[in-house]
């Protein structure tokens, strides 16, 4: 409740009324539903990112996470992105992904980079199978690093995804070898984020780390953001989530429209990330790649 003063005393000469003659006033802040909390959030992660770090980089690993984020980079920048659309190619993406990247990345006008991963040879050998495959990401990553001197990387990770990524910050510091050291995060606090990464090392920037999988798809739908047909249920079958074809396996459902999906979501017990072999090795395995620079 706030109060006008009215000022005008009897007399005309505006002589300053009691507080027992304020009027109260009721002012009323514009309402703002879930979805548009979560996107002025996120924008506000992606303009600080853009203002505070030297060279940044978007993440683009052609799921619907990273379509969203790309998405709301668009809305933050007034159409284009400012900064490169970094994917980190295994070789081993399902063909309808990099039909939807070859198209999306020029109808978007993406500075897209390119860049690929070295053969499993390169990897930890003592990791399990699908961890070593998917390590080969965090090597690549590592190469374009070099490559282009990122001191910042934007990451389409979510809390809600995965136990490891539960613990990141949003603006995550990484060591000079892209380690991560989750005993050693910064506080952020009112939104008070630290953009200064030691020098040779990087941030990786999470504008989407508060949002849900069901976030996701309601965004998408309010939003029409165009999407991989994996996703959508076939011969009852669909993708919950999208990595490396030789270690992702779709899971049983007949969601074969977005608002078929958040029905499901509202009733599964079935984990987002069952498809990938990943989660179902050894106990550490995903941690250690984390620690190792995974994203």
């Not at 984020?69 to 809305?75: F, G, P, V």
Request: hydrophobic content about 35%; overall charge negative.
């Amino acid at each position: 409740m706030h109060l006008l003063r009215t000022d005008s005393g009897a007399d005309g000469r505006g002589s300053r009324s009691p507080v027992s003659e304020q009027i109260p006033v009721a002012l009323t802040a514009p309402s703002m539903d879930h979805l548009d909390q979560l996107e002025a959030q996120s924008v506000y992660i992606f303009r600080e990112a853009f203002g505070r770090l030297k060279k940044i980089a978007l993440l683009w690993s052609l799921g619907k996470d990273s379509n969203v984020m790309i998405w709301l980079a668009r809305k933050a920048f007034f159409g284009r992105l400012p900064f490169p659309a970094l994917h980190v190619d295994t070789g081993k993406k399902f063909p309808e992904m990099y039909r939807f990247r070859d198209h999306y990345g020029k109808e978007w006008d993406l500075d897209l980079r390119v860049e690929p991963c070295p053969p499993i040879d390169a990897v930890d050998p003592t990791l399990p199978p699908a961890a070593r495959s998917a390590a080969r990401k965090t090597e690549g990553l590592k190469m374009a690093l070099a490559k282009y001197g990122f001191d910042g990387l934007i990451a389409g990770i979510r809390r809600d995804e995965e136990a490891t990524r539960a613990k990141e910050r949003v603006f995550s510091p990484r060591g000079l070898e892209g380690n991560w050291d989750v005993r050693d995060q910064p506080p952020e606090f009112w939104d008070h984020f630290n953009a200064s990464p030691p020098q040779g090392a990087h941030l990786r920037i999470h504008p989407i780390l508060h949002w849900t999988e069901a976030d996701i798809w309601a965004y998408t739908k309010r939003e029409n953001i165009p999407i991989i047909p994996l996703y959508l249920s076939q011969n009852g079958k669909r993708y919950r989530s999208l990595g490396d074809q030789d270690i992702t396996n779709p899971v049983n459902s007949t969601a074969s429209n977005i608002d078929e999906i958040l029905a499901e979501l509202e009733q599964t017990k079935v984990p987002e990330r069952a498809g990938r072999a990943l989660d179902h090795e050894t106990e550490d395995a995903f941690e250690r790649l984390r620690v190792a620079g995974y994203l």
